[in-house]
């Protein structure tokens, strides 16, 4: 089993609508959760974070956490082309910031 | 600001040359980190540095070398190295080494010939 998981799509989405994205981890010591986002050819940019169990929103990105359940998600609300690209899951241990990246989503979002 | 700049943005090198990648920050972080990227796969951890001393190193081959000459500034030193080694080199950092958001640098994509 792999530490964090994620599927690996695509995931396509119509333009405006929601795409919901999906993470899994095996590690119940983990305390910190990320979000990138990673264009072709780019570097990942961080779009969310997350510590406590529940929502937490910042424009059109909210990210959901359920430690019990041990994932988290990610929702893109009106989706945009832009949006367009391939998402990163990440988690850290309390102990150390190292980062243990899923696999990826890809999202195509289709005009 | 949350920039991190890296230089080259590409880099091309045979397998008998010595070069070298840098890193900087200003953003007055004291954790630093090396990852690798392959096509299609998530970054993967090669080092890091805390309060500029080496705190990890995950097992990476010794034609790789960090250096960290001063709280800004993270290098990597690349000799012998092998075509599977291509791929877009990440530096990222962080306020320190706990639980703190890293952000990344824009890379150098390394092809070795």
């Known amino acids: 089993q792999k530490e964090v998981e994620q599927n690996s799509g695509p995931l396509s989405v119509p333009e405006g609508a929601i795409a919901s994205l999906n993470c899994t981890y095996s590690?119940?010591?983990?305390?910190?959760f990320f979000w990138y986002r990673q264009y072709s050819g780019k570097s990942p940019e961080l779009i969310m974070f997350?510590?406590?169990?529940g929502d937490k929103e910042d424009g059109r990105f909210t990210a959901q956490l359920n430690k019990a359940s041990q994932y988290v998600s990610l929702l893109i609300r009106d989706s945009q082309p832009s949006d367009s690209a391939t998402y990163l899951c990440?988690?850290?241990?309390?102990?150390?910031?190292?980062?243990?990246f899923g696999g990826g989503t890809r999202v195509l979002v289709k005009p | 600001d949350t920039e991190v700049t890296q230089t080259p943005k590409h880099l091309v090198m045979g397998m008998t040359n010595k070069k070298s990648l840098k890193c900087e920050q200003h953003?007055?972080?004291?954790?630093m980190y090396w990852y690798k990227q392959k096509a299609k796969k998530p970054p993967e951890l090669m080092f890091v540095?805390?309060?500029?001393?080496?705190?990890i190193n995950e097992s990476v081959p010794s034609r790789f070398s960090p250096e960290c000459p001063n709280s800004s500034l993270l290098n990597l030193h690349l000799h012998a190295l092998q075509p599977e080694d291509s791929a877009l080199y990440l530096c990222?950092?962080?306020?320190?080494?706990?639980?703190?958001?890293?952000?990344f640098g824009p890379g150098t994509r390394l092809t070795v010939l």
């Open positions: 990222a950092s962080s306020q320190d080494f706990s639980r703190d958001t890293q952000y």
């Open positions: 590690d119940r010591g983990s305390q910190s």
């Open positions: 540095y805390s309060y500029e001393k080496l705190s």
């Open positions: 953003m007055g972080h004291r954790a």
């Open positions: 997350i510590y406590s169990n």
């Open positions: 990440a988690v850290t241990r309390a102990a150390g910031n190292k980062l243990t």
